[in-house]
Structure formats: C-alpha cells, structure tokens
C-alpha cells in the first residue's frame, strides 16, 4: 500500500449479522400490527369520521392524497425489509461491503424500527380512543351515582 492510498475500513461482521437477524423480527412485528395500522389509518382519514369529530370537511383530493400516502407506505415496509436483508446476507456473504451498503442496511434496519414502534404507538392510542368515559348516570366506586 503507497502512502497516498487510504486504507479500506474493516469489514463488520456483527453489524451485518446483528441487521440479518433484526430485519427479520421487524418485519414480522409489522406485519403482526398490520391490523392497527388499517384500522388507524382507515379512522382518522375517514371524511364522515372526521366531519363528525372536528367539523371538518375533507375534499376528495386529500382523501386520494392519503390513500397514495398509504399506500406507498405499506408498498416500503416489504420494499425496505428486502433490501435491508439480501444487502446485509450479500455482505456477510462475501465477508466485505461495497461502498454504501452499510449505510443502506442501517437505513432500512431504522426505517423498519420506526415502523414497527409507529404500530404499537398506534395501537395505544385506539385503546385510549375506546376507553369509555364515565358518564353522569353510572355509578361511581362506590356504588353510588355521581348524580346523587
């Protein structure tokens, strides 16, 4: 090696094999809150849900707007857990990383990470939109009714 060449990184083989093991597990955590995600999305974007909670109309472009949001969402989860995994397999593979490849594991392992805490964000706060609240009429712990 000449002087003014740089000397080439150390190829990481716990960064690819940790990223080949936690994709998999990501993915699976996304896929098993697949229902959360439909029934926020499907909620909150809902024009009459929407009329009916804040008094807002939705025109049609937002609504197709938001469908297009979704949908490019869903389409790079499975988009960014493939490549994130045949990236990090490949690597492992050959015991050295091309020129950017750990910066795309690494942005994929992230982006599934954020996606998968996104979902159980979600799921909280279905739950606290279907806690009920006590009313006037229901009795309190005691037995007795707030109203008196």
């Given at each position: 090696m000449s002087l003014g060449q740089a000397a080439s990184p150390a190829f990481n083989s716990l960064f690819y094999g940790a990223t080949?093991?936690?994709?998999?597990?990501?993915f699976i955590a996304i896929a098993v809150q697949g229902s959360a995600y439909n029934e926020f999305f499907s909620n909150f974007f809902d024009a009459a849900?929407?009329?009916?909670?804040?008094?807002?109309?939705?025109?049609?472009?937002?609504?197709?707007a938001t469908g297009i949001v979704v949908l490019v969402i869903s389409l790079a989860v499975p988009v960014a857990g493939t490549i994130g995994e045949i990236a990090s397999l490949l690597a492992l593979d050959d015991q050295?990383?091309?020129?950017?490849?750990?910066?795309?594991?690494?942005?994929?392992?992230?982006?599934?990470?954020?996606?998968?805490?996104w979902g159980t964000f979600l799921q909280f706060l279905q739950s606290a939109e279907e806690t009920p609240k006590p009313s006037q009429d229901q009795p309190t712990r005691t037995g007795k009714s707030d109203t008196g």
């Open positions: 080949a093991a936690v994709i998999p597990a990501l849900d929407m009329q009916k909670r804040w008094g807002m109309n939705v025109p049609a472009r937002r609504q197709t050295a990383a091309a020129p950017g490849t750990e910066t795309v594991v690494l942005v994929t392992t992230i982006f599934l990470l954020l996606t998968a805490t």
